[in-house]
């Protein structure tokens, strides 16, 4: 029986232990962010996903910055590390002056590092994250960069990068984090690089799978800076542990928390929400080639079917808004304010489809027509309860229409193969829009459109929509943007569901926090206690 | 004797690596036969057909389906399972970090197991304790029926999220560098008390029915009996004479045991967040790692190989001393 | 007297009979109509067979059956004994798996009026009114249509609305903060949600009896499936001998060896999961305990004079199995199906919770606990009650199968 005390005795003490052990450790000037993984690579060539291009900002620093202009909404640039940017010949080429600035071993940061940074980022062998968006330069059938012909080195500090003919170039052309090119093993670049950084932060410690420690670079020097000593990414995979450790002060600052914790957080004094307007959409893609889908009425018919309120209102707590087109509400200048969400209005609907030849002659609640009963499969992706929450209220809202959904929830890595395959009729699935606005690669039915997966052809839009990418005046191109989605709207080749608000909390002591549709922890390094 | 035991394992170790053998060839076919090519990902319709080129013969996808299984084979041999496409490292590199932490997470609940395991054991067959018995009985009969991540979020509800006592999250606090090398010892254990708890309650009681069988067992055989009835200590005729009797079905089941824990305690790496195999192995089949799968999936079976091996080979040291005990 | 297993099926049934009287009456009114109108218009009313549709009729019709056979044999042996933990489990199972339909108030996928239902805690209720549809009762069809509208559990209604409160003359409402007139002609009901609402104000309790299907159908049909394929590679195994046996159980070594929850998840996400492919799955990894039992079995039987002298009688392959090998792998066979039972339920549950289930929206007993984990903080009953029933569920599995096989080998009794 003793052995049986003992064991009692040592998780006693555990307890003890445990309970006296707070978090009382010096926390001075570090911020904490939760975040949900690990990153896989810390290589900035690789940082695709997640957490891992912010921290490639934060190590590796840009030509150029951005801010957020929330007046005219949209998207404001300006030099960083570029002491003057000057645009020559009518916009075919651009002369660059770097500021003195150092990496983290001293040396400075050349023009060289950018023609290496260009050189790498486009090496096909090497498939980087930027492999494929150099579309502005001159470049072999690789899409690699001819450097030769791109980059002229005019003294120490300044080079000139040449784009290609008819090119429209415009800042975020050059706008990728440089790299130091002595940190790359030359023959292998493949290899992680030696741990020299030019940005705000220096990477400091990572443990996998647990955390990743930045702190300050002392060699960089910029007068917006913060007094933050030390970033650390603490990876914490499980939703409701974020949140129980955001409570207890344990982390500084959370992304995408879910509406249903708002009120209950928001009442806590020591943290603070920011409520960015989203740039993320969902919607349900239809076919627009399959014989069901490919009657505009019936697509408007399934949009008024759906009462997008309800889902809005029960699951987001109206933290987001419904959509009508593809642009979104924070780009003011582009969002064209006259078209109103298709709102649920099961009538409307009923007699879109009793005009379109369906009814229910059996009384079976499903319509019929020829024959054939309405009924169709929506896939979705397994494990996003906004979705689950959605695709059942949608259910029982066609139900209510006379259709009869089948929802089939597949796992993620296999949906969005299917997706991009266009192996679905109809899918639910959301966009994340790119700043500044893009609309060609989801609507043009043509070789531009890779995302266009619901086969939407209207040659009027792919006109418009060459002509926007090409234009170069901001009002005329915000005009045809307006035009475009009005077109679209009327359109109606997915069903818009709504924009989803990005719920970010953090600590009510960090200062000059300005979170914006950027992203929650863009600029972070500017922040204070 | 020791000529027949080396035999013994020899054999075992061969027909393993026959296992083995037959795992990865099954592996590498699924794989090959899956929807999809595993080159997808790499390969975009813009790239002219001689870069796509150079990416499939990357993969060795341009040679026929044998001649990749032998290279694949070969290359299996030497541990090189090529590039994690996830995270752009050796397959082996990627996981010999999550390595370590299964194995030592594995033993010390392995330990725990067996030790509470025995004890409840010892308890039910020498205290004769009606009442405790029945209670020992009924929590066992709800340990089998309780499913691991019940359990996990019923120990996170009460312990992180009412009580606020335990961490439910990770292996170590930030401020772990900070520490003290006692403070940092503090640091694992608060993290692992919650983990391991969950995980090993359905193994102890595993054990704790298989050790109060063979004990009772061998405690009415004639001759415990007889040492009884001499005399002899009570904790010494235990050591010596009742447990290596009952230990060969104890072993077996630590065996399989131990292999279960180290291919990985999914749900359990899952609930707690913790970097396991287990969870390396499904982002790796999540996100179409398939180098990395191949790998783990090797790295697992190899695991359970070992983890039964180990077990046969101390059964065979247990036999010994038997035979010893019997023979003087 | 001894309370005995058949007066526990009796008072059940009764019991359901006193709380569903409406529905059950209402059934058997339907399964007239529904006669009548197969007269009236044939093609019409064989459109609006449904699985819920025959699902009514079914627990309608056991409805009267159970009892008639209950009493018909109420001296078997099974229904005499004295009444335990376990009898009264597995009656309340059976009796929830087989009247779903019955038992549960709603459909478990309905939801109405999410800003009044969502997230309720258990014993709330709410005022569930019913606006009354005029007219369109000419016919026996247009009757069935009806009374099946409002009989069977549909996932949606179109004339039913949930509300906070009705006033005490029955005039108006009060949802939220805004009171209004009840429409007339309709009634009101208040419905308590004895297990709460979910996130969609979905009735837990609802669910969870709909679930039990799921969870255990998928246990039965995977450990069918088990058992078929150990029982028949065991068998081939041990008749054959030689090189087939050899290869099968290395083969059965392999799968052993293999970690199987990932070769699940790995075939699971490259084809896709349905519950179909679910159950063949989860079958077809786990026949090899019941192979490596069933071989040893067969060899050891090979040796017997019984069986040596059945084949020297000429007996074929087909005799040989079914007369003399069968029967005597019977209570291996049955104890290991029954665990085998217990272990496919906690992989489906397991399945289910790391989202990776049936893919569709049926309410599984795992899938509900990984659905009520986002709620964590805000309903502990979404993870608390499908919690308990599988818990009870297993460890009732985990009892049957100990005593099946204490009571076929006497010898393993301890104590």
């Given at each position: 029986m003793s052995s049986l005390y003992k064991l009692l005795s040592f998780f006693l003490l555990i307890f003890l232990f445990a309970s006296c052990s707070g978090n009382d450790a010096s926390k001075k000037n570090t911020l904490v962010i939760g975040v949900d993984s690990d990153v896989e690579s810390l290589n900035p060539l690789f940082a695709y996903s997640g957490i891992e291009p912010t921290i490639a900002e934060l190590l590796y620093p840009s030509l150029v910055k951005h801010s957020w202009d929330d007046n005219a909404g949209e998207i404001k640039s300006e030099p960083w590390i570029a002491e003057y940017i000057e645009w020559l010949n009518d916009s075919s080429a651009v002369k660059i002056t770097l500021k003195d600035v150092k990496w983290s071993d001293g040396k400075k940061i050349t023009p060289e590092d950018v023609k290496f940074s260009l050189e790498i980022y486009s090496n096909a062998d090497l498939q980087s994250r930027f492999y494929g968006t150099f579309e502005n330069f001159k470049e072999d059938k690789d899409l690699r960069i001819l450097i030769e012909e791109t980059f002229t080195l005019d003294n120490e500090n300044t080079f000139t990068l040449h784009f290609k003919d008819k090119a429209k170039p415009s800042y975020f052309d050059f706008d990728f984090p440089i790299l130091p090119a002595h940190a790359f093993n030359k023959n292998n670049p493949k290899e992680d690089p030696k741990n020299i950084y030019g940005g705000p932060f220096v990477l400091d410690k990572r443990t996998k799978e647990q955390s990743i420690t930045l702190k300050r670079n002392k060699n960089f020097s910029d007068a917006s800076v913060g007094n933050i000593e030390k970033i650390i990414f603490k990876v914490i995979p499980d939703y409701n542990t974020r949140i129980l450790q955001l409570k207890n002060s344990e982390i500084d600052i959370c992304e995408d928390v879910k509406p249903d914790d708002a009120d209950e957080l928001k009442e806590n004094s020591r943290i603070k929400m920011a409520q960015v307007k989203g740039r993320e959409y969902d919607y349900i893609g239809l076919n627009n080639n399959s014989p069901l889908f490919k009657n505009v009425n019936i697509r408007k018919g399934i949009s008024y079917s759906i009462n997008k309120n309800e889902i809005l209102g029960e699951f987001l707590l109206n933290y987001g808004e419904l959509a009508n087109a593809p642009v979104a509400p924070v780009f003011k200048g582009q969002f064209n304010k006259s078209l109103q969400p298709i709102n649920y209005n099961i009538n409307a609907a009923k007699s879109i489809f009793t005009s379109e030849g369906w009814k229910d002659n059996n009384k079976n609640g499903i319509l019929e027509k020829g024959g054939e009963e309405f009924s169709f499969t929506m896939y979705i992706p397994a494990g996003n309860p906004r979705r689950d929450f959605a695709a059942n209220v949608i259910k029982n809202n066609l139900k209510e229409a006379g259709i009869d959904l089948t929802v089939q929830q597949v796992e993620p890595g296999t949906f969005f193969d299917n997706m991009f395959q266009k192996k679905y009729d109809c899918w639910m699935a959301g966009w994340v829009v790119p700043i500044p606005t893009q609309l060609e690669p989801y609507f043009h039915s043509g070789e531009e459109g890779i995302f266009n997966l619901?086969?939407?052809?209207?040659?009027?839009?792919?006109?418009?929509?060459?002509?926007?990418?090409?234009?170069?005046n901001k009002t005329k191109k915000n005009e045809l943007y307006k035009l475009i989605q009005e077109k679209i709207y009327n359109d109606s080749p997915i069903v818009f569901l709504y924009w989803i608000d990005n719920l970010v909390f953090y600590n009510s002591s960090l200062k000059n926090v300005n979170i914006t549709p950027l992203g929650a922890l863009h600029n972070c390094w500017q922040w204070s206690y | 004797m020791n000529k027949t035991i080396l035999k013994l394992l020899l054999k075992r170790i061969a027909s393993s690596l026959l296992l083995i053998f037959l795992i990865i060839t099954i592996l590498f076919f699924l794989l090959r036969i899956s929807p999809g090519s595993p080159v997808q990902k790499f390969i975009s319709e813009d790239f002219s057909i001689e870069l796509s080129q150079k990416i499939k013969s990357n993969f060795q996808l341009d040679k026929t389906l044998f001649e990749q299984y032998g290279s694949f084979i070969a290359q299996a041999v030497k541990l090189d399972f090529g590039t994690s496409y996830n995270y752009n490292l050796p397959v082996f590199s990627v996981i010999k970090d999550y390595l370590i932490f299964t194995v030592i997470f594995s033993f010390i609940s392995l330990i725990v197991q067996i030790k509470a395991g025995s004890l409840f054991a010892f308890i039910s067959v020498y205290k004769k304790n009606k009442y405790l018995n029945g209670v020992l009985d009924s929590v066992a009969i709800f340990s089998f029926a309780l499913p691991s991540f019940l359990l996990g979020l019923l120990l996170i509800y009460i312990f992180s999220i009412i009580l606020g006592i335990l961490p439910s999250n990770g292996l170590t606090s930030i401020n772990h560098d900070d520490l003290s090398v006692l403070g940092k010892f503090w640091d694992y254990v608060i993290h692992l008390i919650l983990p391991v708890l969950s995980l090993s309650l359905t193994g102890t009681f595993i054990f704790y029915k298989y050790i109060k069988e063979s004990v009772s067992e061998v405690s009415r055989k004639n001759f415990i009996l007889n040492l009884q009835a001499i005399g002899e200590k009570k904790s010494k005729i235990i050591l010596y004479h009742v447990l290596p009797n009952s230990i060969n079905p104890i072993l077996t089941i630590a065996g399989l045991e131990l292999g279960a824990l180290l291919s990985g305690s999914l749900i359990t790496e899952v609930l707690f967040g913790l970097p396991g195999?287990?969870?390396?192995?499904?982002?790796?089949?999540?996100?179409?790692?398939?180098?990395?799968?191949?790998?783990?999936?090797?790295?697992?079976?190899?695991?359970?190989?070992?983890?039964?091996?180990?077990a046969d080979f101390l059964k065979t040291v247990f036999d010994k001393r038997i035979i010893n005990t019997l023979n003087n | 007297m001894k309370i005995k297993n058949s007066h526990i099926i009796f008072f059940l049934l009764g019991l359901l009979f006193l709380l569903k009287f409406n529905t059950i009456i209402s059934s058997y009114y339907l399964l007239y109509l529904f006669i009548g109108s197969l007269f009236s218009e044939f093609n019409n009313t064989i459109s609006n067979i449904d699985l819920m549709l025959l699902d009514v009729f079914l627990s309608a019709i056991l409805f009267i059956v159970a009892p008639l056979l209950t009493y018909r044999y109420r001296k078997y042996k099974l229904l005499v004994k004295e009444l335990n933990f376990i009898s009264v489990i597995a009656i309340i199972l059976l009796t929830i798996f087989l009247f779903a339909?019955?038992?549960?108030?709603?459909?478990?996928?309905?939801?109405?009026?999410?800003?009044?239902?969502?997230?309720?805690?258990?014993?709330?209720s709410k005022v569930l009114i019913e606006q009354r549809i005029q007219g369109a009762s000419e016919s026996v069809?247009?009757?069935?249509?009806?009374?099946?509208?409002?009989?069977?559990?549909?996932?949606?209604?179109?004339?039913?609305?949930?509300?906070?409160?009705?006033s005490s003359d029955n005039k108006s409402f009060q949802q939220k903060d805004t009171e209004e007139l009840l429409p007339p002609g309709s009634n009101s009901k208040r419905i308590y949600f004895v297990f709460g609402t979910d996130e969609l104000g979905r009735d837990v309790f609802s669910r969870i009896v709909y679930g039990a299907r799921v969870s255990l159908s998928i246990g039965i049909v995977a450990s069918l499936i088990s058992m078929l394929l150990g029982v028949f590679f065991g068998f081939y195994s041990g008749?054959?001998?030689?090189?087939?046996?050899?290869?099968?159980?290395?083969?059965?070594?392999?799968?052993?060896?293999?970690?199987?929850?990932?070769?699940?998840?790995?075939?699971?996400?490259?084809?896709?999961?349905s519950?179909?492919?679910?159950?063949?799955?989860?079958?077809?990894?786990?026949?090899?305990?019941?192979?490596?039992?069933?071989?040893?079995?067969?060899?050891?039987?090979?040796?017997?004079?019984?069986y040596k002298s059945a084949v020297l009688l000429g007996l074929n392959k087909k005799q040989l199995l079914l007369k003399e090998i069968l029967p005597a792998i019977i209570p291996i066979v049955v104890v290991n199906i029954v665990y085998q039972f217990a272990n496919v339920v906690l992989a489906e549950?397991?399945?289910?919770?790391?989202?990776?289930?049936?893919?569709?929206?049926?309410?599984?007993?795992?899938?509900m606990i990984n659905e009520g984990q986002s709620y964590l903080y805000k309903g502990w009953w979404l993870i608390f009650f499908p919690g308990m029933f599988l818990l009870l569920t297993l460890s009732f599995i985990n009892i049957l199968g100990k005593r099946i096989s204490e009571s076929l080998n006497p010898l393993s009794k301890n104590d």
């Open positions: 619901f086969n939407y052809s209207n040659k009027d839009v792919d006109k418009l929509l060459e002509q926007a990418q090409s234009e170069k | 195999m287990g969870r390396l192995t499904i982002t790796a089949i999540l996100t179409r790692d398939y180098p990395l799968v191949i790998g783990c999936t090797f790295i697992s079976g190899l695991l359970i190989i070992f983890a039964n091996l180990l | 339909p019955v038992i549960a108030n709603f459909h478990p996928d309905f939801h109405k009026n999410i800003n009044v239902t969502k997230l309720l805690k258990p014993f709330s069809f247009d009757k069935f249509i009806s009374l099946r509208n409002s009989t069977i559990n549909q996932p949606f209604y179109s004339n039913k609305f949930f509300v906070d409160n009705v008749y054959k001998g030689g090189a087939p046996d050899f290869i099968l159980n290395k083969f059965s070594d392999l799968f052993l060896a293999f970690p199987i929850i990932f070769l699940i998840i790995f075939i699971i996400s490259l084809w896709g999961s519950f179909f492919i679910l159950v063949l799955i989860l079958g077809i990894t786990s026949w090899m305990p019941l192979y490596k039992l069933v071989r040893t079995d067969v060899f050891s039987i090979r040796n017997k004079d019984y549950s397991a399945l289910s919770y790391l989202g990776l289930g049936t893919g569709s929206n049926l309410p599984s007993w795992g899938k």
